[in-house]
């Protein structure tokens, strides 16, 4: 139990952005830092009293300390993380995995089984853009989407048994994958740019390419390049967009763009970068495209907004599910959902 303890009251710091001194700063001295460090490394288990104020000073509740699901994050494709600050690259890594540990702990009690398969196991090595639309092709009807638009790309993924864990982190930070305990996938998005599903959207379907798929020994430059060409087919397949601008064109129009972006939650520049790649325009011209993109300022904010909604409702659905079936109490319901008790029931009066 120390060892469970140490290693949880450790995330529990990191996830707050606190060095042990801060923490004693934060407790207003009551606990000295020796004694946080003795804490730390697993030497001595504080009395309740002690453990309710470390909880308040972390904002998690007691249980959270001797929560005991495993949770081992497999090696993280870094991407813009790796250029970030120590301090905010464990604050991620550290909020990845204590929402994951109380998502499998809901799914351990309601004795649900997690499996993924991936269908482009058998794939073979991706090396080029017609083996990435060849790809995503084969995804795409093994999970019976068919040439439509996806509705919600966060729910897709869990209903496939991949967890998506959204953080409240740094703007910097776009997404990750990783799989947690050896077998079971995970992507991770920046809730930040929730005022932009359409890059979520991309983010998701990126970091599931190279959760996918077998790059072998591709640079790292090649293998985002391939990604983002999974993205973009994944969003807007080949024959989709044919349909839409025709086989083959000199030129397109913002507005035929921005329709399309609103009906398929795929950005204006992923949608010229799908044309280039599927031979419908020339290099020369999106070239110019993205000259006058940059030229009117459009890189980030571009002048027509996709309204998807993208999310998943199954950890709360698990949760309501559990809790009703009196599976858990309520104070262990509110712990699941990193809440107070107070705030939890005040959140759900109309489950009680």
């Not at 020796?34 to 904002?59: C, F, M, W």
């Not at 947690?180 to 959207?201: L, M, T």
């Not at 985002?224 to 086989?247: K, V, W």
Request: glycine share 4%; proline share 2%.
């Amino acid at each position: 139990m120390k060892k469970v303890f140490s290693e949880r009251f450790k995330s529990a710091r990191l996830i707050k952005g606190f060095s042990l001194q801060d923490l004693a700063n934060a407790l207003g001295n009551q606990l000295s830092r020796q004694a946080l460090h003795r804490y730390e490394k697993g030497a001595v288990i504080p009395d309740t009293e002690k453990i309710n104020l470390l909880s308040k000073a972390l904002d998690v509740s007691p249980d959270y300390f001797f929560r005991t699901t495993k949770v081992e994050l497999g090696e993280i494709e870094y991407r813009k993380l790796s250029k970030m600050p120590q301090k905010e690259a464990s604050i991620i890594k550290e909020k990845t995995k204590g929402y994951l540990s109380r998502y499998l702990e809901l799914e351990e009690i309601l004795g649900l089984r997690n499996e993924f398969d991936n269908p482009l196991k058998n794939f073979g090595v991706i090396t080029s853009y017609d083996q990435v639309n060849k790809a995503s092709i084969k995804l795409r009807n093994a999970w019976n989407l068919g040439n439509n638009a996806i509705f919600n790309v966060v729910e897709l993924l869990e209903d496939k048994n991949i967890k998506v864990v959204k953080l409240n982190v740094d703007e910097a930070f776009d997404g990750l994958q990783t799989f947690v305990n050896g077998n079971i996938p995970v992507v991770a998005y920046n809730v930040n740019k929730i005022n932009k599903p359409d890059r979520i959207r991309f983010t998701l379907l990126h970091e599931l390419a190279h959760l996918l798929l077998n790059f072998g020994d591709a640079t790292e430059r090649a293998k985002e390049i391939l990604c983002h060409q999974f993205a973009g087919a994944m969003s807007l397949p080949e024959e989709t967009l044919r349909a839409e601008l025709g086989d083959h064109r000199n030129r397109l129009s913002f507005l035929e763009l921005g329709n399309i972006k609103k009906q398929y939650g795929i950005s204006m520049q992923a949608i010229v970068m799908r044309a280039k790649d599927c031979g419908i325009i020339n290099e020369n011209y999106t070239k110019q495209f993205f000259f006058v993109i940059k030229q009117m300022n459009w890189t980030v904010d571009e002048p027509y907004d996709y309204f998807g909604i993208e999310q998943s409702n199954r950890f709360e659905q698990l949760l309501f599910r559990a809790l009703v079936e009196d599976q858990i109490s309520m104070s262990k319901a509110a712990a699941l959902d990193n809440k107070s008790l107070a705030d939890f029931k005040k959140e759900h009066q109309m489950i009680l």
